[in-house]
């Protein structure tokens, strides 16, 4: 299992779904990739996990970089189950994980799915402390759903955009100038018209 160390300390730790056929009624003829990141600071934080059946492969990953257990939040930017799946699991081997969700539509959608947890629910501009980072959350109402934010970290410039900017791809590179720019444009155009626009 690999992940991909972008910045110091920060990892991308996410799954690709290579038979993913369709999205919300359009076809995704190129599979999708499903993002998660971790982040180790004096809080060890994981943004976003992968869908259900692809959780193991996550789990492979974080453990090739720390022990998950040690997991100090679980930053839900999107109730989603292509991003919320490996919540139920993650919580069986992260016992003192707190999740991060919006409020009060994440914080809704999350317990009406996965029931109580230790929820941190946040509002606009809400920040969370890491140690040498900081977390920012910024609520994107309906991109794509109602409980939608997006979390960035000013120390890192580093934006984790959620469902903005997407497009469904299954790749093992990770950067643009790895894949075809086109390919990549081309399934950004075809997200934004049916998941974003509307
Ligand atoms: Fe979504």
């Not at 996990?49 to 100090?72: N, Q, S, Y």
């Amino acid at each position: 299992m690999f992940s991909v160390e972008f910045k110091p300390d920060i990892y991308w730790v996410g799954s690709m779904d290579y038979s993913m056929r369709s999205f919300h009624g359009y076809s995704t003829d190129r599979g999708s990739t499903y993002n998660a990141y971790l982040i180790i600071d004096d809080k060890i934080t994981l943004i976003d996990t992968v869908k259900a059946p692809f959780c193991m492969e996550m789990f492979g990953r974080l453990r090739t970089i720390i022990d998950p257990a040690k997991i100090d939040y679980i930053v839900s930017n999107h109730v989603e189950p292509d991003h919320s799946g490996g919540i139920p699991f993650m919580m069986q081997h992260c016992p003192n994980a707190k999740i991060v969700t919006s409020d009060p539509n994440g914080l809704k959608g999350l317990t009406g799915r996965y029931g109580e947890h230790d929820y941190i629910a946040v509002k606009a501009g809400d920040t969370l402390s890491l140690g040498k980072r900081t977390l920012t959350f910024v609520p994107t109402p309906m991109l794509h759903w109602p409980d939608s934010m997006v979390t960035y970290c000013p120390e890192e410039e580093l934006l984790f955009a959620n469902d903005a900017f997407g497009q469904h791809l299954a790749t093992t590179a990770r950067f643009e100038d790895e894949t075809d720019l086109h390919e990549v444009m081309h399934q950004a155009k075809k997200y934004y018209a049916n998941i974003l626009m509307p």
